[in-house]
Each structure stands twice: as C-alpha cells, then as structure tokens.
C-alpha cells in the first residue's frame, strides 16, 4: 500500500510541479491577496464628498462647516447658492451628501436657542451613508455644545462634568484596528480556496485528458489512487498557510496570541474537510468548467455567509442556518480565536467537532459515489 501511494503522490507532484499556473495560485496568490484585501477592504470613511448649500452665510454657519471639514472624514465638492444643482451634483455622483442651511440659521440660534440643518444623504452604499450620518450627528452634537456654552458660560461645568463618564475597554483589539479581524479571517478564505478550488479542478481533468481511464483499468485500489490525489495538495495548502501566516505576522505586525501547535491542528483537520469537498465536487464533474462553476458558485456563499465581512449574529434567522451549515464560518471564527484570542483547545472543541463531522461526511460521499470501472 505505502509503496504504491508513495509513487502516486509523487507522481501528483510531478504533475503540479509541471503546471505554472497552479504553482502561481498556490505561491503568490496567497501573498498577494493578503497584501492587497486588507487595503482595499476598509471599515474605515474617509473623505466624503459633500455639497454645501449656504443660505445663512452668517459666523455660524461658516464656523459648522469649517468644523465638518476640519474633522478629517469630509471634503467640499460643491458649494452652490441653492438645492437643486446640489442634487444635480449627487446625480451625477460627484457629492455622497447634501448640507443645506436656512436661512435665520444664526438668528434662530441666538435668539431660540434652535436650529434646523438639512443633511441629504445619498444611501445607495448603505454602509457609507449610515457611518457618514453618524460622524455628522456627533460633529453637530460637539458643534451645539459649543454654542450653548457660548449663550451660556455657566452650562460649561455641568457639560464638562457629565454625572457619570463612559469608558470603553476593547479587548482583543485596543486599538479598534480593523485588520486585526480582516486579515485572519482572509487568510481562512484563501486555504479554502486552494484546498477546495483545486483539488476539484485536478480530478477533473485527468477525465477531460483522458488518463482517469488508464487508472480505473490498473490494479491501484481506490483507496491509494483518492489519498495519492488528496495528500499532495493537503501539504502544498499547508505551504501556503504557512506563507500566508507570515505575511500576516511581518508584514501587518499580527502578533501570534495564541498556539501555533493549535492553530496548525485545526488547519490540518479543516483542509481535509475542504479537500473532501473538492473530491466531491470533481466526482460530479466532467469537465473542468463545470467544476470552475460549482467551486465557484459555493465559495460565493461561503464567503458571504462565513463572518467574514457580517457577524453570523446580525443575520437572519434562515441566513444562520447557512451561515453554521457553512465550514467556513467556523474557519473563519477559529482562526480570529487563536490569533487574536488565545483561545485554548477547550473553547475550539465545537469548531474541532463540526469540521471534522464535515469532512467525513464529505469524503465519504466523495468515496461512496467515486467507481472505479473499467
């Protein structure tokens, strides 16, 4: 047995080793992805866009909206005499937000204590509209204090002396750095894409080549001829984590928390579980397209549906279902735990459990449904 599957295994490599494009994916890919995702996939709003509409064009008014500019997160595109070129300019795009200022602006302040502000926010990036209408209540919130405390000096020490004061403590993340959760998670995502994306494709076109046929007349047992397939792109994956692990700690100043005996424990189980599901997908495939669009289309689900960008709590309750039917989920979620958390064996016991109930269920199917005929 382990001399056959010796020679089947380095015969795969043989085989990859002759194929540049799969070198590249395995490789570079990693590193480049890792450099480039966590730049472009920011939390953070800067810089938006806005249109300012002046009918006041008293002291205060200027002075808000030197504040809103002066705060760093918005910059001034347009700034027009009345409301329609303004949303003209958020038509055409050029603004993400309208402030528009009545008139008597000041003369309400001073004289009612109350003004009116109208902020139109182009919510066609949900997420962008919500955080920037956040910053500008908060920009309004300190703009109003200031006033009052100018109307009214004595207000000062009661709105500088709050009756009690809020501090908050973010563990795992002092800093409140949003890489520190994006780039684990990605690096989850990339080890998934390898393991499962071509594991599937390498079955596959040894039909399309035709030499699967070769080996279903051999006397190579089923067993050595899916381990011969399925080791050699498990080693080659833990590579690439290993690559990708480094990038994460040199290049982003990822401090490792937790245990690395761990952490390479739980990838080794969970890539047996992803190339279970390569091999089942190359078992229903016949070409190497229609495995590119089955691979594809669940690792779009798998993506979106893992955690990665949306905590699994904030979902739906039939998006949960997926979301925990889902291995990347629990990649995902482990890889944050152990890098970020230190989390032990003992709190990774469920993650251990789903995957590894994954993959035999997975490469059983593969096994089960695989014939080996003449």
Do not use: C
Not at 17 to 33: E, H, S
Not at 168 to 196: D, Q, S
Not at 261 to 273: A, G, H, K, P
């Amino acid at each position: 047995m382990f001399r056959t599957l010796g020679i089947l295994i380095r015969k795969e490599f043989l085989q990859i080793f002759r194929t540049k494009a799969i070198l590249a994916v395995i490789f570079v890919m990693p590193v480049v992805q890792l450099v480039v995702l966590p730049l472009a996939a920011s939390y953070e709003i800067k810089e938006v866009k806005i249109a300012v509409v002046d009918h006041d064009k008293s002291t205060y008014s200027r002075e808000l909206i030197r504040k809103i500019t002066a705060s760093g997160y918005f910059k001034i595109q347009h700034y027009g005499a009345n409301y329609p070129e303004a949303y003209a300019a958020v038509e055409e795009e050029k603004v993400d937000l309208i402030i528009e200022i009545p008139n008597s602006f000041e003369k309400n302040l001073v004289r009612e204590n109350r003004g009116k502000v109208l902020l139109a926010i182009n919510a066609i990036n949900g997420t962008k509209a919500g955080l920037s209408a956040t910053y500008l209540a908060q920009i309004l919130q300190d703009f109003n204090s200031q006033i009052q405390i100018r109307m009214s000096p004595e207000l000062e020490t009661a709105i500088q002396e709050p009756a009690f004061e809020i501090v908050p403590k973010f563990w795992f993340n002092e800093g409140y750095n949003y890489r520190l959760a994006l780039v684990p998670g990605i690096l989850a995502f990339l080890i998934t894409l390898i393991g499962g994306y071509l594991t599937a494709m390498n079955i596959v076109s040894e039909k399309e080549i035709g030499t699967i046929e070769q080996i279903n007349v051999s006397p190579i047992k089923k067993r050595d001829f899916i381990l011969g397939k399925l080791i050699p792109f498990w080693i080659l994956a833990m590579v690439a984590f290993t690559i990708g692990l480094l990038v994460t700690i040199f290049i982003y100043d990822i401090k490792m928390q937790g245990s690395l005996f761990l952490l390479y424990s739980f990838v080794s189980v969970y890539l047996i579980t992803l190339l279970g599901m390569g091999l089942l997908v190359s078992v229903y495939s016949e070409t190497q397209q229609q495995a590119m669009f089955v691979v594809f289309f669940f690792m779009m689900i798998f993506i979106l549906m893992s955690g990665l960008f949306t905590p699994v709590e904030s979902m739906t309750d039939w998006a949960k279902y997926i979301a925990y039917a889902n291995p990347v989920t629990y990649g995902v979620d482990a890889m944050r735990l152990i890098i970020l958390k230190n989390s032990g064996f003992t709190d990774l016991l469920p993650h251990f459990g789903v995957i590894s109930l994954m993959g035999i269920v997975f490469i059983s199917w593969a096994v089960l449904r695989y014939h080996k005929t003449n």
